[in-house]
């Protein structure tokens, strides 16, 4: 009676799952291609060597016929089946009747250079460049810890050949002592080439160790921050290559090292962070500022200026402000201006309304009257205030303190247009106006005289500004006009807008104009053309129509009847803030580097400090 598998003395169990080879000179083995799908063209001189090294039997192989890294592999086998216990498990059955049942599945990875021999090193190349895995669905034979250790069975599974277990401790210092001496006779280059060879067949643990030995030897006689460029290049070339990183950058080279931080602190570098275009401040908020640093350190810390301008960024940039609510007119809020301690507004109901931002007073210092219409574009010059109504003059006051402000009073009134003056603005000595009439005129400011008077809208005339070589103005027409400041001549004509224009802002490159079609448009003066537009769809604009805005040099701030304030990169015309404190539609605005004057229909007037949080 036959015992069951699994208590049969192991030779016996291998020697059931593979054949034997006293009358066959076929290969056998279940890694090699022979086994694989029954084909049995292939065929060997010599026995299997598979069985010849773990079947006990009488067949011995010729050593003239094993490989010496079979040889090598052949004494670490027989030394593992002495220490361990032999249950193989999974090894292919190749007699006749189940070749058919074995499954295939070559997959071609090439070997590794120090993968160990096969004892088939004798086989053809494309067989011995692939691994082989073989499924048998009627295997029951356990794995043994030999075929666990032997880079032999484990050729058909795809884990990795582990690395050879070295040679003996003696023999090992023999050879040690051999390879010192042929090093000691090489010359340099051939220890060079030595060297070279040995690192490419080393691994990790080699070259780890090898770093670790060689960084003291290689920084031995340097000197203190040998790998620090900036400590070796001249401080001027230090200094311009820190020049060229941003804030956030810089504040990070500061944590390096002393040396580093001495560096970033350079008053040099933050001077030139506090006059990039992001964080350049305008001349008389700048002037102020550095008034100020300078009567309370003796002279200008930089670095402290640059980290005021940076909060004050941040601050815009998150909307973080204190608001300041200023109430007295009894109708809607038409226009404001203001300066550094008063604000400004003219309104419905025909009145012009001082308010001083020293004083903790929510209502007005000062109520100017003299208009009899709506008081619909005002412009604060110093002391002067220019305003212009409904009852179709222009009117300006004296606003110097000297005077007192009970005793303010009108000293010119501009008449000469026959509708609603709807936009001004002063110059040196002059006054540019735009009116429902459709014209624009131009107005000597002390006498009050109109120079001339300039034609081509087919619409009222609802925004207007100039500099000292052109005008340009918004209408209804739905266009912009470009003018010769000198000759009054119409110089270049936008079209773009879908319904009046009603606020515009230039520089010397760009025109920047918002309309009752809710959309704001950024247009190029050289070119004639719209280069961006933002609405709710492309930047989350406005819903309402656009009743005013104002830009400088990386921003645009915008007030519409959606009854918010929208503040927007000039260069990307991404929506950075939208500050919302008014209930009603927002008809004016004006603002400085410090803050926004809003005005609304809700009859208040609200101040937005961005210095305060």
């Not at 049969?8 to 056998?28: A, D, F, Y």
């Not at 009116?435 to 120079?451: A, I, N, P, Q, V």
Request: charged share 20%; with cysteine; hydrophobic share 30%.
């Amino acid at each position: 009676m036959k015992k069951p598998l699994g208590t049969q003395p192991p030779e016996q169990q291998l020697s059931r799952s593979l054949p034997q080879l006293s009358n066959t000179p076929v290969c056998h083995c279940p890694v090699c291609c022979s086994c694989r799908a029954g084909n049995n063209r292939k065929s060997w001189n010599t026995p299997c060597p598979l069985l010849s090294f773990l079947v006990p039997d009488k067949t011995v192989r010729p050593s003239s016929m094993i490989s010496p890294g079979s040889q090598s592999l052949t004494a670490d086998i027989a030394q593992s089946r002495k220490t361990s216990e032999f249950s193989p498990r999974s090894t292919c059955n190749t007699s006749p009747r189940s070749v058919s049942n074995c499954s295939p599945d070559v997959e071609n990875v090439p070997l590794s250079v120090g993968d160990n021999p096969s004892p088939h090193s004798f086989l053809s190349a494309d067989t011995r460049n692939s691994r082989v895995r073989r499924s048998c669905p009627d295997s029951s034979i356990k794995r043994s810890s030999v075929e666990e250790d032997s880079p032999l069975l484990s050729f058909g599974r795809r884990k990795r050949f582990r690395r050879p277990r070295g040679v003996p401790t003696v023999q090992f210092h023999t050879h040690l002592k051999t390879m010192l001496g042929w090093y000691e006779e090489f010359d340099d280059a051939q220890k060079n080439d030595f060297l070279k060879q040995l690192l490419e067949i080393s691994n990790s643990p080699q070259t780890h160790l090898l770093s670790t030995l060689m960084a003291p030897i290689l920084h031995a006689n340097c000197p203190h921050n040998c790998t620090d460029i900036l400590y070796w290049l001249p401080p001027s070339i230090s200094l311009e290559i820190l020049g060229y990183l941003d804030v956030y950058s810089l504040v990070e080279c500061q944590k390096v090292n002393k040396y580093w931080y001495s560096l970033s602190c350079d008053m040099k570098l933050w001077r030139n962070l506090c006059f990039r275009p992001f964080y350049r401040l305008g001349a008389k908020v700048a002037s102020k500022q550095l008034e100020i640093f300078k009567s309370r350190y003796g002279y200008i810390p930089w670095r402290q200026v640059f980290i005021e301008r940076y909060k004050l960024q941040q601050n815009w940039l998150t909307g973080n402000c204190y608001v300041r609510t200023f109430e007295g007119h009894t109708q809607g809020i038409t226009c404001v201006q203001f300066d550094d301690y008063r604000i400004v507004s003219g309104s419905s109901d025909k009145t012009i309304k001082v308010w001083s931002t020293r004083s903790n007073t929510p209502w007005a210092g000062l109520t100017l009257r003299g208009h009899s219409g709506t008081v619909r574009c005002l412009h604060l010059n110093n002391n002067q205030l220019v305003s212009g109504s409904s009852d179709c003059t222009i009117k300006v006051w004296d606003l110097a303190e000297g005077v007192g402000w009970s005793r303010s009073r009108c000293t010119v009134t501009m008449v000469g247009h026959s509708h609603t003056v709807r936009c001004l603005q002063v110059g040196i000595g002059v006054v540019v106006s735009g009116s429902y009439d459709h014209t624009l005129k131009k107005w000597r400011l002390d006498t009050g005289e109109c120079l001339a008077t300039l034609r081509g809208h087919l619409a009222a005339v609802l925004s207007v500004q100039f500099d000292c070589n052109k005008i340009v103005s918004g209408s209804c027409d739905n266009t912009i006009k470009v003018w010769s400041f000198d000759t009054g001549e119409c110089l270049a004509t936008l079209s773009g807008h879908n319904n009046a224009v009603t606020c515009i802002h230039f520089d010397h490159s760009r025109i920047v104009s918002g309309s009752l079609d809710t959309q704001i448009k950024v247009w190029d003066i050289k070119s004639e053309r719209c280069i961006q537009t933002l609405d709710w769809a492309s930047a989350e604009g406005h819903t309402g129509v656009v009743r005013c805005l104002q830009a400088d040099t990386w921003r645009i701030v915008s007030a519409a009847d959606d009854k918010t304030l929208k503040v927007w990169s000039l260069e990307s015309g991404k929506r950075l803030v939208t500050l919302r404190e008014h209930t009603d539609g927002v008809t004016c605005l004006q603002f400085n580097d410090l803050k926004i004057v809003s005005g609304s229909y809700d009859k208040t007037v609200k101040l937005w400090d961005f210095t305060k949080s």
